[in-house]
């Protein structure tokens, strides 16, 4: 989720790097196959845009690998943001949500050394998936049509993303 100020609110321009932040949530999901509703850009209560979905029920319960995958989904709004040159408030709510599921990896949830070092270590895995040429041309792709569209159904992102990716076209329209 992004977050907005005050003046933001009133503000109805400057809607493509929220595209762009919403579309790497979105593109990250599919390829992790992390389950989603929709993706927007409709603007909501200290909202510029979101991406519906839920983490696993009992997180605490979830498996690693459950877990990592939410991370590094919070973690593409990070990501975006910084490619795109935005200022941390702009993606910290995802950066905070990051480094709190990443405490349920820590062997011991008071190291912050060690969350720091798990949270760090799933972004550079989330940057370099989003860096891969495929899937950064499926985040430009979304992006515009988000931008012409505001809200893109998670079937039609599966779509985009298995257009710029063919080699998972199989696995993402199973999804």
């Known amino acids: ?79 975006v943001g910084k490619m795109l040159d935005e200022p941390p408030t702009r993606y910290e709510t995802d950066d905070i949500q990051a480094y709190q599921l990443a405490t349920y990896l820590a062997k011991d949830r008071e190291d912050d050394q060690e969350v720091h070092c798990i949270r760090n270590c799933l972004e550079t895995k989330t940057k370099k998936l989003i860096e891969q040429t495929a899937n950064w041309a499926a985040i430009e792709a979304l992006a515009g049509v988000l931008l012409k569209e505001l809200t893109v159904s998670a079937g039609r992102v599966g779509r985009i993303v298995a257009e710029h990716n063919p080699s998972e076209t199989d696995q993402l329209l199973r999804q």
């Not at 907005?4 to 400057?14: K, R, S, Y």
């Open 1 to 79: 989720m992004l977050r907005m100020t005050d003046q933001e609110c009133e503000n109805t321009t400057g809607l493509e790097p929220v595209a762009y932040h919403e579309a790497g949530h979105a593109v990250v999901m599919c390829l992790l196959g992390v389950p989603f509703e929709e993706v927007s850009i409709v603007k909501a209560c200290q909202s510029l845009g979101h991406v519906a979905w839920n983490t696993p029920d009992g997180y605490c319960h979830a498996s690693p690998s459950q877990r990592k995958k939410c991370i590094m989904c919070h973690l593409a709004g990070v990501v």
